[in-house]
T-cell receptor, first 110, second 122 residues
Framework: QSVLTQPPSASGTPGQRVTISCSGSSSDIGSNTVNWYQQFPGTAPKLLIYSNNQRPSGVPDRLSGSKSGTSASLAISGLQSEDEADYYC???????????FGGGTKLTVL | EVQLVESGGGLVQPGGSLRLSCAASGFTFSNYGMNWVRHAPGKGLEWVSYISDSGRTIYYADSVKGRFTISRDNARNSLYLQMNSLRAEDTAVYYCARESKGGGHTYYLDYWGQGTLFTVSS
């Protein structure tokens, strides 16, 4: 059971906008910033969003992140087939002294 | 170019031990905290352990506390994970990941190795 809660799946058609939610608590998302990772099968996770809404160099601006209270979300607009992957949210938990992850959301492009 | 290369995976019997290594290059290793994160088959990512840049601060996930030991050698630009009393549920791909600091009190795992797989099975 993951500390952060994400929907197990999400889907959309090319060009659509999809959002993936991430719910936590006062000791993790409520106290610290949220990061998002993208992972393709058999490969290492890649940082997509850090500090709630910052994109590392090379990440397209059609990806965006937001946070409110103890929840966060990742939005992908102009959905493309290459966006089909697993997405994880993560935050530091001050009570556990641990990085906590969501269970992951499998994004399918229909 | 930042590179993290894990090694040491394989097949281990339950109750056995194994040491994973992560060789870092392309950045000043001694300036960064480092983490181990694992990905078990069919499951999500799970954080395992953290060590600060100096090695003085260390944290573990409850699932590995008392069995795993994280360490680093800044002179060798290397990170290690000594794993003892291994269980079937420790089977996973293990990634080392660099931890960077953003503005204010913000942190993130920005670079990950390619991972090393080990299986605990009799």
């Amino acid at each position: 059971q993951s500390v952060l809660t994400q929907p197990p799946s999400a889907s959309g058609t090319p060009g659509q906008r999809v959002t993936i939610s991430c719910s936590g608590s006062s000791s993790d998302i409520g106290s610290n910033t949220v990061n998002w990772y993208q992972q393709f099968p058999g490969t290492a996770p890649k940082l997509l969003i850090y500090s709630n809404n910052q994109r590392p160099s090379g990440v397209p601006d059609r990806l965006s992140g937001s946070k409110s209270g103890t929840s966060a979300s990742l939005a992908i607009s102009g959905l493309q087939s290459e966006d089909e992957a697993d997405y994880y949210c993560a935050a530091w938990d001050d009570s556990l002294n641990a990085w906590v992850f969501g269970g992951g959301t499998k994004l399918t492009v229909l | 170019e930042v590179q993290l290369v894990e090694s040491g995976g394989g097949l281990v019997q339950p109750g056995g031990s194994l040491r994973l290594s992560c060789a870092a290059s392309g950045f000043t290793f001694s300036n960064y905290g480092m983490n181990w994160v694992r990905h078990a088959p069919g499951k999500g990512l799970e954080w395992v352990s953290y060590i600060s840049d100096s090695g003085r601060t260390i944290y573990y996930a409850d699932s590995v506390k008392g069995r795993f030991t994280i360490s680093r050698d800044n002179a060798r630009n290397s990170l290690y994970l000594q794993m003892n009393s291994l269980r079937a549920e420790d089977t996973a791909v293990y990634y080392c990941a660099r931890e960077s600091k953003g503005g204010g009190h913000t942190y993130y795992l920005d670079y990950w190795g390619q991972g090393t797989l080990f299986t605990v099975s009799s």
